[in-house]
């Protein structure tokens, strides 16, 4: 009896071993220990005082939900949201909790297939899923779950959404904003996936999506299987990321501009997709000989030193041809303002004793001239009785003063041509009574006596 129960033990030990395990998902529960899931219980994990992993397994209370059975665990998509565990079917659609020791289907939805490789996260209390690629297409949409009827709808987002969609992306969340690069754009006409060079942002505050400039950065994947076997995980603020048959990673962050390439070794050999960070400490399933199973390991990621550091973003090339673009339609703007400012402005001039002036130029007046332009001054309209009473004489004839009036306005403008460029006294008939003949002064024209002359003799 006594053997049977030492082998149950040692049974028991090894089938709630981390090693071995052949169907598996990595999850944050919080700073300090982590779940990995199976189909048959869950891991309970933290890092004892010699960084060593400690554990605790548990059984599911209840059979996993029949729509996950087929369905490989590292394909599901996580979010710990107020320390809830929801769990996303592959391609959207289907979601699951993860509570109290239980993994049950709270949605009434069904597999939506039209976002895998689409960004699954929480925000303010809300689950939210980006992008994606499904029926031959990528997706550039936001969708949010609604957990009163159980349904996903979609959301609206302004600004310079990333057109052709949103596939096999890295992507990033810090504090109220989505960092969204190095993925692939597709639409049904095209025949394959085109890499779009930009980072953009998405402001969760306000679903505004704004281009933050061209990678500048070489990225190490350069094609759709590229992304599909590279190693994407969140690093504090920043990206862990390492692509398959390179021996190098990168730590990006998107936020202050930077990647950090740092050099590899054999213990990241066969790091496996499904990773997390714990503080410093990357915990990972190392594939077994027989790259069938896994067992569950952890590094410091403080003992790598990076071997080179650049800029991430904001090529100059692509920022001086938008300088240039923006200051030449800011430059256009500004020529056309002034014209149309100048082309409008009216023209001042002074009276002064016996000059007519401003900044361009001086005519000499006569007594006769003067006398006109204070009417002027007065008024910019003037009767034709006033200026005739300027010029009355009682020796000569009516029709005698009329041409000396005449004679008189017509030498002013040609003098006033001269110096100026253009005609000052225009004759018109009164649009209250078309008998009646009026004076004005052009329409873009005042004069404004400087002082009081001495009156003419």
Do not use: C
Not at 36 to 58: A, E, M, P, R
Not at 401 to 410: D, E, L, Q, S
Request: proline share 3%.
């Amino acid at each position: 009896m006594r053997t049977f129960l030492i082998f149950l033990f040692f049974i028991s030990f090894f089938s709630y071993s981390q090693e071995g395990i052949a169907d598996y998902l990595l999850v944050e529960k919080d700073s300090a220990s982590f779940y990995t899931f199976t189909k048959k219980g869950v891991y309970l994990s933290s890092f004892d005082v010699n960084n060593q992993i400690d554990y605790k397994y548990f059984s599911y209370g209840k059979p996993l939900p029949k729509s996950l059975k087929g369905v490989p665990l590292d394909d599901l998509s996580v979010v710990n949201l107020n320390d809830i565990i929801y769990l996303l079917y592959p391609g959207g659609g289907i979601l699951y909790r993860f509570y109290n020791n239980i993994i049950e289907r709270i949605d009434e939805s069904f597999a939506h297939r039209n976002q895998f490789s689409g960004f699954f996260f929480g925000h303010n209390s809300e689950l939210y899923l980006l992008g994606g690629y499904g029926y031959w297409s990528a997706k550039n949409y936001l969708t949010k779950f609604n957990f009163e009827s159980g349904s996903w709808n979609i959301v609206s987002v302004f600004g310079e959404v990333p057109k052709g969609g949103i596939n096999q992306g890295s992507f990033l969340k810090v504090d109220s904003s989505v960092f969204v690069f190095d993925f692939f754009s597709k639409q049904p006409e095209e025949l394959s996936e085109t890499q779009n060079p930009f980072l953009y942002e998405l402001t969760l505050s306000d679903f505004v999506w704004s281009n933050k400039g061209r990678l500048s950065s070489h990225s190490p994947i350069s094609s759709v299987e590229d992304a599909i076997r590279s190693v994407r995980v969140k690093y504090n603020n920043g990206l862990f990321e390492r692509a398959s048959l390179k021996n190098a990673f990168r730590i990006i962050l998107p936020a202050n501009n930077a990647v950090s390439t740092y050099v590899t070794d054999a213990s990241l050999s066969r790091l496996s997709k499904n990773s997390i960070f714990m503080g410093s400490r990357l915990v990972y399933a190392s594939r077994n000989a027989d790259n069938l199973s896994y067992t569950i390991a952890s590094i410091d990621f403080n003992k790598y030193a990076p071997i080179k550091e650049q800029a991430l973003v904001i090529d100059d090339t692509v920022v001086f041809e938008k300088y240039l673009l923006y200051s030449s339609f800011f430059l256009l703007a500004f020529v056309v303002f002034l014209y149309v400012f100048f082309k409008n402005r009216g023209t001042l001039y002074s009276l002064s004793g016996l000059s007519l002036f401003n900044d361009k130029g001086l005519l000499l007046l006569t007594k006769e001239e003067l006398s006109m332009l204070i009417l002027f001054a007065d008024s910019p309209i003037v009767d034709n009785n006033a200026l005739l009473e300027l010029f009355s004489d009682e020796s000569k004839s009516f029709d005698a003063i009329i041409k000396r009036k005449n004679k008189a306005i017509k030498d002013l403008n040609q003098r006033f041509n001269t110096v100026f460029k253009q005609d000052l006294i225009f004759k018109k008939t009164d649009k209250f009574d078309s008998r009646q003949v009026i004076y004005v002064l052009d329409s873009k024209t005042k004069v404004l006596q400087a002082e009081s002359p001495d009156s003419p003799a």
